[in-house]
């Protein structure tokens, strides 16, 4: 397992695109960064590149979406020519969308099929297969429920890395945003886990505010994903390095973050992006600082218009008092 896993940002639908994951390497050069979950049947029919990422991001993990063994073969393996650092199964989205694709979190149902799905892609790459999972779905979320999916995934699939939500999912009822805030946190169990699976590489993910957190959560197990926080907050990223992997290099102003931005963004204009898709990703990036409204309202404002570049950033960091820029 190489070292990243110990800290990520987690996929989210929506949010952890290019831009965002190239906005967040430049916080943290250390932090393992995931694609959203994309399913196999867009990257083997759909129309575009779905696995297209920029070489700055690595280390990167594409999270596949699918519940066919050939299919997600298919795709681990297009995953490693191109490059990516690690494939994760997606066995932990409650969507309904989801739910009617058979994959997600109602495959904790089908520890086989899981198995045979980790062990489909081991077959044709050499990179790291991992599992992002639930503790548990709707009635069925006793600890030996949990027990009894690693066990399969992992003896019979060859998993060696799961990253585990500390909630159970409810499959009905709830939507995916509940579900991510309605069912009780349950750290110990994710802990218990690698107590009783020593040799696993075992990652803990839900309700990660702080560094303090996860410093917390790494005296009991090998790794930490943080969520929303990490797109809310993104200057939480800023001292990865240092706190979590030991580095000694300086921690980066927001503002130098901001300028690090400009070529990358410059050039995806060039090649017809808009301004709009790249900034707002960093719209949360002053977070609780004085000015971070005005910041976010102008960059919301304008960042849409037409021929919009660079000058919209320009003129948004103006609104932070620079003394308070550290």
């Given at each position: 397992?190489?070292?990243a896993?110990?800290?990520?940002?987690?996929p989210?639908?929506?949010?952890?695109?290019?831009?965002?994951?190239y906005?967040?390497?430049?916080?943290?050069?250390?932090?393992?960064?995931?694609?959203?979950?994309?399913t196999?049947?867009?990257?083997?029919?759909?129309?575009g590149?779905?696995?297209?990422?920029?070489?700055?991001?690595?280390?990167?993990?594409?999270?596949?979406?699918?519940?066919?063994?050939?299919?997600?073969?298919v795709?681990?393996?297009?995953?490693?020519?191109?490059?990516?650092?690690?494939?994760?199964?997606?066995?932990?989205?409650?969507?309904?969308?989801?739910?009617?694709?058979?994959?997600?979190?109602?495959?904790?149902?089908?520890?086989?099929?899981?198995?045979?799905?980790?062990?489909?892609?081991?077959?044709?790459?050499?990179?790291?297969?991992?599992?992002?999972?639930?503790?548990?779905?709707?009635?069925?979320?006793?600890?030996?429920?949990?027990?009894?999916?690693?066990?399969i995934?992992?003896?019979?699939?060859?998993?060696?890395?799961?990253?585990?939500?500390?909630?159970?999912?409810?499959?009905?009822?709830?939507?995916?945003?509940?579900?991510?805030?309605?069912?009780?946190?349950d750290?110990?169990?994710?802990?218990?886990i690698?107590?009783?699976?020593?040799?696993?590489?075992?990652?803990?993910n839900?309700g990660?505010?702080?560094?303090?957190?996860?410093?917390?959560?790494?005296?009991?197990?090998?790794?930490?994903?943080?969520?929303?926080e990490?797109?809310?907050?993104?200057?939480?990223?800023?001292?990865?390095?240092?706190?979590?992997?030991?580095?000694e290099?300086?921690?980066?102003?927001?503002?130098?973050?901001?300028?690090?931005?400009?070529?990358?963004i410059?050039?995806?204009?060039?090649?017809?992006?808009?301004l709009?898709h790249?900034?707002?990703?960093?719209?949360?990036?002053?977070?609780n600082?004085?000015?971070?409204?005005?910041?976010?309202?102008?960059?919301?404002?304008?960042?849409?218009?037409?021929?919009?570049g660079i000058?919209?950033?320009?003129?948004?960091?103006?609104?932070?008092?620079?003394?308070?820029?550290?």
């Amino acid at each position: 397992m190489f070292s990243a896993s110990r800290f990520s940002v987690a996929p989210m639908l929506d949010w952890t695109d290019r831009h965002c994951r190239y906005f967040h390497r430049l916080l943290s050069s250390q932090t393992l960064l995931y694609t959203e979950m994309i399913t196999t049947g867009a990257i083997i029919h759909g129309r575009g590149d779905f696995l297209k990422y920029n070489e700055e991001e690595h280390p990167v993990a594409l999270q596949l979406g699918g519940s066919n063994p050939q299919d997600l073969a298919v795709c681990a393996k297009l995953a490693q020519e191109r490059g990516y650092d690690e494939v994760n199964l997606n066995v932990g989205c409650p969507s309904d969308r989801v739910q009617n694709g058979r994959f997600g979190a109602c495959l904790m149902a089908e520890p086989q099929l899981v198995a045979e799905c980790v062990a489909a892609m081991k077959a044709v790459v050499d990179i790291p297969v991992t599992v992002k999972t639930r503790i548990g779905i709707d009635e069925q979320d006793s600890y030996e429920f949990l027990t009894d999916f690693v066990t399969i995934v992992s003896e019979q699939g060859g998993c060696e890395q799961f990253t585990i939500h500390a909630r159970k999912a409810w499959l009905s009822g709830l939507s995916p945003k509940e579900n991510r805030e309605i069912p009780p946190l349950d750290y110990p169990r994710a802990y218990q886990i690698k107590q009783d699976f020593p040799h696993l590489n075992i990652a803990v993910n839900g309700g990660v505010k702080t560094l303090a957190d996860v410093k917390n959560h790494l005296e009991h197990l090998d790794g930490v994903m943080v969520g929303r926080e990490a797109y809310q907050n993104p200057y939480l990223l800023a001292e990865v390095d240092q706190q979590i992997f030991g580095l000694e290099t300086p921690v980066k102003k927001r503002s130098e973050v901001v300028e690090a931005m400009y070529p990358y963004i410059e050039a995806q204009l060039a090649n017809g992006a808009y301004l709009g898709h790249i900034s707002r990703h960093m719209i949360g990036l002053f977070q609780n600082m004085p000015g971070a409204r005005q910041w976010r309202r102008y960059i919301s404002e304008n960042a849409h218009k037409p021929g919009a570049g660079i000058e919209v950033l320009q003129t948004a960091l103006k609104k932070i008092p620079a003394e308070l820029d550290v």
